[in-house]
């Protein structure tokens, strides 16, 4: 299995080194140069199998030869012996026809572990192999900082550097980024948005000389082995509902696009996906682009959903590249119109789109109200993003076709939100319970790339 750059003109790369390498040298994000197929008879089989198992067969046609199949079936199992539900992704009943997938039981109690605690355990094992270090920086909201600290904190062959907004991520999450003790954690606290703490993660890949100095490797979705480990709980909640001899639909919470870009893999690989609902909360740029076709980022207001807090969808190239008729060219002159300010999709490539995604936006007040109502209705309590999922998911359903929405984040990570909105305080699980009392060791960094590559190189000398 070979993986392409979604502008055309990177080289192509195995799976092992498209995951160590991260963005691509053209500044695109890499893909499977063909996507493997699933028949209804390997669905239907995935019915009867552990979350475990099915994990191992929805994704070992990508890995190619990475990793020996006992080697890739212990990378699965420690990846998730860590979480706190034996179903891993369970699904809840909200309503007829309305489900509820619950990805929030991972250590850090958001979706992002299901693939961080893997990519966590395939970096350890091909690092230990060849030897190498790396310097792994992040951009967060405040979830896949946490989860990559908590997959990567203490391994020797890696220092990680979260780059997070300051004064714009909750305080559970500051504190899971900001409390662990290990040397090799480095929380930046940046000053600006999430986007901004983006734009420098791929400034630092686009400055070639910095990159290869510091072996620079990233862990946002713009790793392709981010997106593989979130095809997976599509399939095992579809056929928990009848697929592959039913369809469903899903709606997903949606900030960087690369939680719901899973769901169009496994669409592509042959899940019978009928919609894919784009659900953002007020930074609607999304919506507003599958509504308009038109893409121009108009800055980001703080919501009570801060991981959703996104204009600058990274993983929206990946389903460009494909509406686009997998052109790199095009591909790459949207990009450049964006850094110039915005693009226009063509009525071609946003009707290619259209086939697939619906989406719809909820304001704060209908966020609020929804975790309200959902609590009231069905005993759930919903975290703000997952309530962003819920009411949009309310436009979408349909006679016959399950839907299922993603619930992304464990309503203690916003604690305050949710008392807000529904009267109840959601306690912390039991192991993090003194994440509160812990010491806090963060560095605050202005929005300037060459002093977060001095910081860095500063760091990893040392
Ligand atoms: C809790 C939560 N929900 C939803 C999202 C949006 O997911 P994605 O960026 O993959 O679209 C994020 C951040 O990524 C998140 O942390
Ligand atoms: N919401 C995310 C933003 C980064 O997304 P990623 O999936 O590209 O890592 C967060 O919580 O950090």
């Keep these: 299995m070979k993986y392409i750059s979604t502008r055309g003109q990177a080289p192509t790369l195995s799976f092992e080194e498209a995951m160590l390498t991260g963005l691509a040298r053209d500044g695109g994000l890499y893909l499977p140069e063909s996507i493997p197929q699933m028949n209804t008879d390997d669905i239907r089989a995935l019915g009867g199998v552990s979350y475990e198992e099915a994990a191992f067969r929805v994704m070992r046609p990508f890995i190619g030869d990475a990793f020996s199949d006992d080697e890739f079936h212990g990378i699965i199992a420690r990846a998730y012996e860590g979480f706190g539900h034996a179903a891993r992704a369970p699904l809840k009943q909200l309503a007829s026809g309305h489900f509820l997938l619950e990805l929030f039981h991972g250590p850090t109690l958001a979706f992002k572990d299901f693939a961080m605690q893997l990519i966590g355990q395939m970096f350890e094992l091909s ?13 967060t909201s405040g979830d896949t900082g946490s989860a990559a600290i908590e997959a990567f904190r203490g391994l020797d062959a890696v220092d990680v550097f979260i780059l997070y907004p300051h004064g714009r991520v909750s305080e559970v999450q500051r504190r899971q980024m900001t409390t662990p003790i290990e040397a090799n954690v480095h929380a930046l606290a940046i000053d600006g948005h999430f986007d901004d703490a983006q734009a420098r993660v791929k400034d630092m890949f686009n400055d070639i000389a910095f990159r290869d100095g510091v072996r620079l490797a990233g862990v946002n979705s713009i790793n392709w082995a981010r997106v593989l480990a979130q095809v997976v709980y599509y399939f095992t909640s579809a056929v928990s509902l009848g697929a592959p001899d039913r369809k469903v639909s899903f709606t997903v919470p949606t900030g960087n ?97 259209r086939e697939t995604f619906d989406s719809g936006r909820c304001g704060e007040e209908e966020t609020r109200a929804t975790i309200r109502q959902t609590w009231a209705t069905s005993g759930e309590l919903l975290c703000p993003h997952s309530a962003v999922g819920v009411h949009v998911a309310e436009a979408y359903r349909k006679e016959g076709v399950p839907m299922i929405t993603l619930a992304t984040a ?53």
């Design 257 to 353: 696009f690369g939680d719901v870009f899973a769901g169009y893999i496994a669409k592509r690989m042959g899940l019978p996906i009928e919609r894919l609902v784009v659900a953002t909360n007020q930074n609607d740029i999304l919506h507003r682009c599958l509504s308009t076709g038109e893409y121009r980022p108009d800055g980001v207001i703080s919501s009570i959903s801060p991981s959703m807090d996104i204009q600058v969808s990274s993983n929206f190239e990946r389903a460009l590249y494909y509406a686009y008729g997998q052109d790199g060219g095009a591909v790459a002159q949207v990009m450049d119109e964006l850094k110039a300010g915005g693009f226009s999709i063509n009525q071609g490539a946003l009707e290619s789109l």
């Design 410 to 462: 464990h309503p203690a990570k916003f604690p305050a939100a949710v008392e807000e909105a529904s009267g109840i305080h959601p306690p912390l699980p039991e192991r993090m319970a003194d994440l509160y009392e812990r010491d806090e060791r963060m560095t605050r960094v202005a929005n300037d790339l060459g002093q977060i590559e001095t910081l860095i190189k500063e760091r990893i000398a040392n």
């Design 127 to 139: 690092l230990r192999r060849s030897g190498n270090r790396v310097s792994i920086v992040g951009a």
